[in-house]
């Protein structure tokens, strides 16, 4: 069974840094790897998609490089802003379901 | 942009009643999701839907649940008799399928609470 884990938890940072996130899945018979934004009480909003054969994706100031056969993934946030406080969830794709780890609390702070 | 839609909001029921959730997944998408994400819990996948079938189900998903698509755009996750532990957020996602990327979109959510 597939189990995804994201470290740290929770994570506290002055604006203008840059910053890790991690992600870790037990099976790398995976499809692809996502990671979303999730506000409070709200939906996720996806963030970056990287399909099994990919090493990585960016999207602005987003990088996501994927390490399958270590089952490993980091999200690269650069230069954050207190506009990027949210969880960030790390999800792994076996066919047609999405596992999703526990996510990674971020607050920036001004 | 379009977006997946989801209603109602935020629904009360009472314990043994049956809930419909309705979601409206983006128009071109073939591939359609309901997960489920219990307060301070991870997200969970219920159930994948393509080709008016179920694809992949989780244990979750019981006989208390069923899923349908009445007609071109609404998807619906109905249960039967809710229990006070079916209380949750319960997201709809769909996905085009294409290029083979199956990149899910996800809705607002419905936030359901059981008494």
């Known amino acids: 069974k597939q189990e995804v884990t994201q470290i740290p938890a929770a994570l506290s940072v002055p604006e203008g840094e840059n910053l890790v996130l991690n992600c870790s899945f037990t099976?790398?018979?995976?499809?692809?790897l996502q990671w979303f934004r999730q506000d409070p009480g709200k939906g996720l909003t996806s963030l970056l998609l990287i399909q099994s054969s990919q090493r990585e994706q960016t999207s602005g100031r987003l990088n996501a490089s994927l390490d399958k056969s270590s089952g490993r993934s980091t999200l690269y946030i650069a230069a954050s802003q207190p506009g990027d406080s949210a969880t960030y969830l790390c999800?792994?794709?076996?066919?047609?379901?999405?596992?999703f780890g526990k996510g990674t609390m971020l607050l920036v702070s001004p | 942009e379009p977006e997946v839609t989801q209603t109602p909001s935020h629904q009360v029921t009472q314990m043994g009643q049956e809930v419909i959730l309705r979601c409206v997944p983006i128009?071109?998408?073939?591939?359609f999701y309901w997960y489920r994400q219990i307060l301070g819990q991870k997200v969970e996948f219920l159930v994948s839907f393509y080709n008016n079938e179920i694809s992949e189900k989780s244990e979750i998903f019981d006989d208390q649940f069923s899923v349908e698509r009445p007609d071109g755009s609404n998807f619906t996750l109905k249960i039967r008799s809710t229990k006070l532990e079916d209380s949750a957020m319960y997201f709809c996602a769909s996905a085009t399928g294409e290029g083979g990327t199956y990149e899910q979109y996800f809705g607002p959510g419905t936030r359901l609470t059981v008494t």
């Open positions: 099976d790398s018979a995976i499809y692809n």
């Open positions: 999800a792994v794709s076996g066919y047609s379901t999405l596992t």
């Open positions: 128009s071109n998408h073939l591939y």
